[in-house]
DNA sequence: GTTCTAGAAC
DNA sequence: GTTCTAGAAC
């Protein structure tokens, strides 16, 4: 081990003896600057390791060239979907910059930490003389630029969510932890804790990681009760590395599977979670989502909550998770109790429940401090089910409470609202907080529904547990803080060691503790899923991705929401208000209205329409259709009374394309419209597909023209047609997404190299562009 | 929509 | 140090 290379290193590497179901992988985030020896760590572990090992470097992770930090993540995430153990090869100094990486943690995958904190001296010497460095610091400007990072240089912290953590001050300490990792088998796992941290005064928090129990608590008491606050925890290091190391830990991790049966076999296997009486355990009872009203496919759903529930119960102890249903004869319940017998979920931690979940404690006798809605996306009471019982038993003031926690919420994500003490769930059934869900729909009866899409149906519902745990998580979280926050001041007070709060504060009581805790628990926001697989959809719920407020943004609003009776709500919506467009949003606006006054740039004029060149054309050939019908500014706006004009723009469009293949038989075009468009006035794209264009110069450029941002005016058609409505998606993260290429999918870190890649790149355009006529070209179909 | 610019990243 | 992004202002 660095620094006392003789303690513990034995105990520290062990086999699981075969007792875990399947191996663990490891991510590995390597923290040093440029010249520490990072890429050299890596090399000299996979050399010799005993488990496979990948190594995801931004410069080179992008085909060999540079890349994208979400190209990394990207990467790495592929890399233990198929079981392999990660290197993050980046500098990751800053603790901003490993966050990402830190979030890629879940059930059989542990992050670490190595930090290569070598002399600034030796990393200056080493990026100065070397030559064909992979990111291309080497020479004069390396020692500039190394002595810049290390000013900003943050060593990592347990509490950021590192299981384990090392620290290297030398070659000797770099030497072992090489051979720490490389010695490391398919199915070993390396104990949790700080080790080789040589400075004393370093705070070692341990607060999280005892919460998402990843490490023993360093320190308790002959009866187990968890006697020890936060700010007793040992600092210094080798105190931690014999608390880690001992035989509880040895026992939980050579059998975690044994241990989580059987809360007595160790002491400190008990959660630290909120109540800290052991009489109570919390609960989260929660119905089943989207299988209702939404008509998803049962035998899926079973499948995906007992995956979900499997991974959450591997992470907690102390916790019981309840599926409600009222009937003894749902055939949800079923499934799920076969399914989860057959993975062997303790029952004492997960079962199936009948009853009416607004009754659980009268009726049923069984207290569940936390129970999960299965919401509208308007978070508005009556429908049916599960949601209207739940806000009718709940009374006015979880309507009240709801509307301060969020707005709206989209499929796939989850809201906590605490509950009020005055209303009857919580005084009556003891609720304390409503955690309000939105899955999937798949019912054709409702507007907006995934026609059977199944693949992002169960990526959806999946989304959508993941959320409801991860926030009844954090629930306890906040709870256990506030606990640990009393137990400490119930010791300075009295000095009466050992003592525990048992009490369980009232939730209005908590409800303000968490918004000091969490400001943004308590912002008004609505709840959106985020898509790409960079991001962590079960860490951050309440996420407000700074979209402007309902009545500023109808468009926004009406898309968003793509379920059940959103579209009549839009349309009631979008009478009273209207979304306000700046002024120099107006061009197209007063231009399709007043033709005659700029004859300088109208190409071609109807009485439907107007044609005119993009002023800032993102193509060779790049010219807008613009509607001149009034009060129509976007797509949101159209309705089926719209179909003929845009039948007609369509045509027009179509013309305008047989003009410039004439001239340049090569160009290929689509016509599309942005889904939120940035100018007002309905108009559509036609813009050839070469985006070469001194124009196009940044990401929203790009991804507004490349993702399902910009919908081709086909399929539009032909939706407004079936639906009366179009049915879109105006995420506008879609404008944040990677840079692929709209030819051969290639990931591209920044313009400029997606530039000259897409002038190169000489595959076909994705075949999908071949269906419904969305590709026009001069040979058709070609 | 663009332009400007601060600051992130290396 | 340079390159590039992303947010503010218009």
């Given at each position: 081990m660095p620094g006392d290379p003789t303690i513990h290193h034995t105990s520290d590497l062990r086999g699981s003896d075969g007792a875990s179901e399947g191996a663990s992988s490891l991510v590995v985030i390597l923290v040093g600057a440029p010249g520490s020896g990072k890429s050299t760590f890596c090399d000299d572990v996979m050399a010799a390791a005993r488990r496979p090992w990948v190594r995801v470097c931004q410069d080179v992770v992008a085909n060999g060239k540079q890349g994208t930090k979400s190209q990394c993540i990207t990467s790495a995430s592929a890399a233990l979907e198929e079981g392999k153990s990660v290197f993050i090869d980046r500098c990751n100094l800053e603790q901003e910059q490993r966050a990402d990486?830190?979030?890629?943690?879940?059930?059989?995958?542990?992050?670490?930490?190595?930090?290569?904190?070598?002399?600034?001296?030796?990393?200056?010497?080493?990026?100065?003389?070397?030559?064909?460095?992979?990111?291309?610091?080497?020479?004069?400007?390396?020692?500039?630029?190394?002595?810049r990072m290390l000013q900003k240089k943050e060593l990592p912290n347990l509490t950021e969510g590192f299981s384990r953590i090392t620290f290297c001050q030398n070659e000797s300490d770099v030497k072992e932890a090489v051979k720490t990792y490389s010695q490391l088998g398919p199915s070993d796992i390396l104990s949790a804790g700080v080790f080789g941290q040589k400075n004393k005064e370093a705070k070692v928090q341990l607060g999280i990681m005892k919460f998402l129990k990843k490490i023993d608590k360093p320190d308790f008491d002959a009866s187990g009760k968890d006697s020890t606050p936060v700010g007793n925890l040992p600092h210094d290091t080798a105190s931690i590395q014999t608390s880690v190391t001992s035989t509880c830990s040895m026992e939980l991790e050579k059998n975690k599977e044994d241990l989580r049966n059987s809360n007595s076999k160790c002491p400190s296997q008990r959660s630290l979670i909120g109540d800290s009486s052991m009489d109570f355990v919390h609960t989260l009872a929660f119905p089943s989502i989207s299988t209702a009203d939404f008509q998803f496919d049962l035998k899926l759903a079973s499948e995906i909550i007992v995956d979900c529930v499997s991974d959450f119960l591997q992470r907690f102890d102390n916790i019981r998770l309840v599926l409600v249903d009222l009937s003894e004869k749902s055939k949800i319940l079923s499934l799920v109790r076969e399914r989860s017998a057959n993975k062997h979920i303790d029952s004492s931690k997960f079962f199936t429940f009948v009853g009416d979940i607004t009754q659980l404690h009268t009726r049923g006798n069984l207290r569940c401090n936390v129970i999960a809605n299965a919401a509208n996306w308007r978070l508005k009471p009556g429908g049916g089910g599960v949601n209207a019982a739940i806000f009718k038993v709940a009374g006015e003031s979880l309507q009240i409470a709801t509307k301060k926690c969020a707005d709206i919420l989209?499929?796939?994500?989850?809201?906590?609202?605490?509950?009020?003490?005055?209303?009857?769930?919580?005084?009556?059934?003891?609720?304390?907080?409503?955690?309000?869900?939105?899955?999937?729909?798949?019912?054709?009866?409702?507007?907006?529904?995934?026609?059977?899409?199944?693949?992002?149906?169960?990526?959806?519902?999946?989304?959508?547990?993941?959320?409801?745990?991860?926030?009844?998580?954090?629930?306890?979280?906040?709870?256990?803080?506030?606990?640990?926050?009393?137990?400490?001041?119930?010791?300075?007070?009295?000095?009466?060691?050992?003592?525990?709060?048992?009490?369980?504060?009232?939730?209005?009581?908590?409800?303000?503790?968490?918004?000091?805790?969490?400001?943004?628990?308590?912002?008004?926001?609505?709840?959106?899923?985020?898509?790409?697989?960079?991001?962590?959809?079960?860490?951050?719920?309440?996420?407000?991705?700074?979209?402007?407020?309902?009545?500023?943004?109808?468009?926004?609003?009406?898309?968003?929401?793509?379920?059940?009776?959103?579209?009549?709500?839009?349309?009631?919506?979008?009478?009273?208000?209207?979304?306000?467009?700046?002024?120099?949003?107006?061009?197209?606006?007063?231009?399709?209205?007043?033709?005659?006054?700029?004859?300088?740039?109208?190409?071609?004029?109807?009485?439907?329409?107007?044609?005119?060149?993009?002023?800032?054309?993102?193509?060779?050939?790049?010219?807008?259709?613009?509607?001149?019908?009034?009060?129509?500014?976007?797509?949101?706006?159209?309705?089926?009374?719209?179909?003929?004009?845009?039948?007609?723009?369509?045509?027009?469009?179509?013309?305008?394309?047989?003009?410039?293949?004439?001239?340049?038989?090569?160009?290929?075009?689509?016509?599309?419209?942005?889904?939120?468009?940035?100018?007002?006035?309905?108009?559509?794209?036609?813009?050839?597909?070469?985006?070469?264009?001194?124009?196009?110069?940044?990401?929203?450029?790009?991804?507004?023209?490349?993702?399902?941002?910009?919908?081709?005016?086909?399929?539009?058609?032909?939706?407004?047609?079936?639906?009366?409505?179009?049915?879109?998606?105006?995420?506008?993260?879609?404008?944040?997404?990677?840079?692929?290429?709209?030819?051969?999918?290639?990931?591209?870190?920044?313009?400029?190299?997606?530039?000259?890649?897409?002038?190169?790149?000489?595959?076909?355009?994705?075949?999908?562009?071949?269906?419904?006529?969305?590709?026009?070209?001069?040979?058709?179909?070609?």
């Open positions: 990486f830190v979030r890629l943690r879940k059930v059989q995958v542990d992050v670490h930490a190595v930090v290569l904190d070598l002399p600034a001296q030796l990393c200056i010497s080493r990026s100065v003389k070397r030559t064909g460095h992979e990111g291309k610091l080497q020479g004069g400007r390396a020692a500039m630029v190394v002595n989209s499929p796939g994500s989850s809201v906590v609202v605490p509950l009020p003490s005055n209303s009857p769930l919580h005084s009556r059934e003891r609720v304390t907080h409503v955690i309000h869900v939105v899955g999937p729909n798949m019912n054709p009866q409702r507007p907006n529904c995934l026609n059977n899409d199944y693949v992002e149906g169960c990526k959806v519902l999946r989304n959508a547990y993941s959320s409801l745990f991860a926030n009844f998580a954090s629930i306890l979280e906040n709870q256990s803080k506030t606990d640990s926050k009393r137990h400490v001041s119930a010791i300075s007070s009295t000095h009466v060691e050992g003592t525990t709060i048992t009490s369980s504060p009232d939730s209005d009581q908590m409800a303000k503790q968490e918004a000091q805790s969490n400001p943004d628990r308590n912002k008004k926001s609505k709840v959106f899923a985020t898509s790409g697989a960079s991001k962590d959809k079960s860490i951050v719920m309440n996420d407000n991705h700074g979209h402007t407020p309902c009545n500023e943004n109808t468009g926004n609003l009406m898309s968003s929401a793509s379920l059940g009776d959103a579209v009549d709500e839009n349309r009631r919506h979008a009478k009273v208000t209207k979304r306000s467009w700046g002024a120099w949003a107006q061009a197209l606006h007063e231009i399709a209205l007043n033709p005659e006054k700029h004859q300088n740039v109208v190409m071609e004029k109807s009485d439907d329409y107007v044609v005119l060149n993009d002023m800032y054309p993102k193509a060779k050939k790049h010219v807008l259709v613009v509607s001149r019908l009034q009060g129509l500014d976007s797509l949101s706006d159209v309705r089926k009374e719209h179909l003929s004009l845009l039948k007609t723009m369509h045509s027009a469009g179509l013309k305008w394309t047989r003009m410039f293949l004439k001239e340049d038989a090569s160009l290929m075009f689509r016509l599309g419209y942005h889904v939120v468009p940035s100018m007002r006035q309905l108009h559509l794209h036609v813009i050839s597909q070469d985006f070469d264009s001194p124009r196009l110069q940044n990401k929203k450029h790009w991804n507004s023209f490349n993702t399902s941002f910009f919908r081709d005016s086909t399929d539009l058609i032909q939706e407004i047609e079936k639906h009366g409505v179009a049915n879109i998606n105006d995420d506008e993260s879609l404008l944040k997404m990677e840079l692929r290429c709209h030819r051969c999918r290639s990931a591209h870190p920044n313009i400029p190299r997606l530039k000259s890649h897409i002038a190169l790149c000489k595959a076909s355009l994705p075949a999908s562009l071949l269906d419904n006529d969305r590709l026009v070209s001069a040979s058709p179909k070609g």
